[in-house]
């Protein structure tokens, strides 16, 4: 009888040990599915194929919807969301603060998966990943393309996706391929201009909107513009001095939905003067693309096919 015990004993602790083993494979497996993400503010392992995200970056949230995961989204701040991406003012997404105020309390209560930020709320990161694996997604300005598609590539790896982020990227780099040709058919000189109320910036080579001179081939009609956030405060006469062939134009104050009309500060008696305003050539940019969103696969996608409507 003692050796049936032991026996017995001896069955029973194989089946212990392989139990635990097996949960401890589980385990491993489990850990495993995660990828490494560089990202602005440092690596981070990401759970492959998360099921629940928080984003703040509205040009991700634009790459999310276009590669159909856009039911993973369960946060988002609501406020001054692009007009493209309307969709998800709906209810069923959480308010998680403004772009500059994040509402931890409510982004901790919603339990994600995952959270992409940008910029704005860079200073705030480890606050952010101390509720969840957080990411960094922003665009720099010096290289734009190459960081927006490391930026997609990311993504699709994360979700699994790196087919359709790949066919993706191929057709805009046709879309980008075409527009540089056509700008040096058109020839002519280019300004970008940033309206906000009355005022108003132009923007250069390297600059957030750099992407027309840097990567479209539209040559700038001031090479000494330097490099900034914000632009360099410009007048109605230096517009006219500088005399652009092309005057590219983003309204912030339609962007953020005040009150003001980009048209009304540029087309005065001044800038009537230019080569822009007497060939037709003053063109009105879509501001959630440029200013909102930017670096998502839609809206880059929109912003060249703007130049090259606007080079025609």
Same mark, same amino acid.
């Given at each position: 009888m003692k050796k049936l015990s032991l026996c +017995?004993? %001896?069955?029973?602790?194989?089946f212990v040990i392989a139990a635990c083993g097996s949960k401890d494979a589980q385990s491993d497996a489990k850990k495993k599915e995660t990828v490494a993400i560089q990202h602005s503010s440092g690596s981070t392992d990401v759970p492959k194929n998360p099921k629940k995200i928080v984003v703040f970056n509205f040009g991700v949230l634009d790459t999310l919807d276009q590669l159909g995961l856009g039911d993973?989204?369960?946060?988002?701040?609501?406020?001054?969301?692009?007009?493209?991406?309307?969709?998800?003012?709906?209810?069923?997404?959480?308010?998680?603060? =403004?772009?500059?105020?994040?509402d931890f309390e409510k982004i901790a209560e919603l339990a994600p998966d995952l959270i992409i930020i940008e910029g704005r709320q860079a200073e705030q990161y480890d606050e952010f990943k101390r509720i969840a694996p957080t990411i960094n997604i922003e665009l720099d300005d010096q290289n734009y393309m190459k960081s927006f598609k490391e930026n997609t590539e990311s993504i699709g790896k994360i979700f699994g996706k790196e087919d359709a982020v790949k066919?993706?990227?191929?057709?805009?780099?046709?879309?980008?391929?075409?527009?540089?040709?056509?700008?040096?058919?058109?020839? =002519?000189?280019?300004?970008?201009?940033?309206?906000?109320?009355?005022?108003?910036?132009?923007? =250069?080579?390297?600059?957030? +909107?750099?992407?027309?001179?840097?990567?479209?081939?539209? %040559?700038?009609?001031?090479?000494?513009?330097? %490099?900034?956030?914000? =632009?360099?405060?410009?007048?109605? @006469?230096?517009?006219? @001095?500088?005399?652009?062939?092309?005057? +590219?134009?983003?309204?912030?104050?339609?962007?953020?939905?005040?009150?003001?009309? %980009?048209? @009304?500060?540029?087309?005065?008696?001044?800038?009537?003067s230019t080569n822009a305003y007497k060939k037709g050539h003053i063109i009105y940019l879509d501001p959630g693309y440029w200013y909102l969103s930017g670096g998502g696969l839609e809206s880059v996608s929109e912003m060249v096919k703007e130049i090259e409507n606007g080079l025609k």
């Open positions: +017995f004993m %001896a069955i029973i602790a194989v993973r989204v369960v946060g988002l701040p609501k406020q001054n969301i692009p007009s493209y991406l309307k969709q998800y003012k709906d209810k069923k997404y959480e308010s998680v603060g =403004g772009l500059k105020e994040p066919d993706a990227l191929a057709k805009i780099d046709a879309q980008v391929e075409k527009t540089n040709k056509l700008a040096k058919e058109k020839g =002519g000189k280019g300004l970008v201009v940033l309206t906000n109320d009355k005022h108003i910036s132009a923007y =250069g080579k390297g600059s957030r +909107f750099g992407l027309v001179h840097d990567v479209l081939g539209v %040559a700038p009609a001031d090479q000494n513009i330097k %490099a900034s956030l914000h =632009g360099q405060s410009v007048s109605s @006469e230096y517009i006219s @001095e500088k005399n652009p062939d092309y005057l +590219f134009v983003i309204d912030r104050s339609a962007a953020i939905g005040e009150k003001g009309s %980009a048209k @009304e500060v540029i087309e005065n008696e001044i800038v009537k």
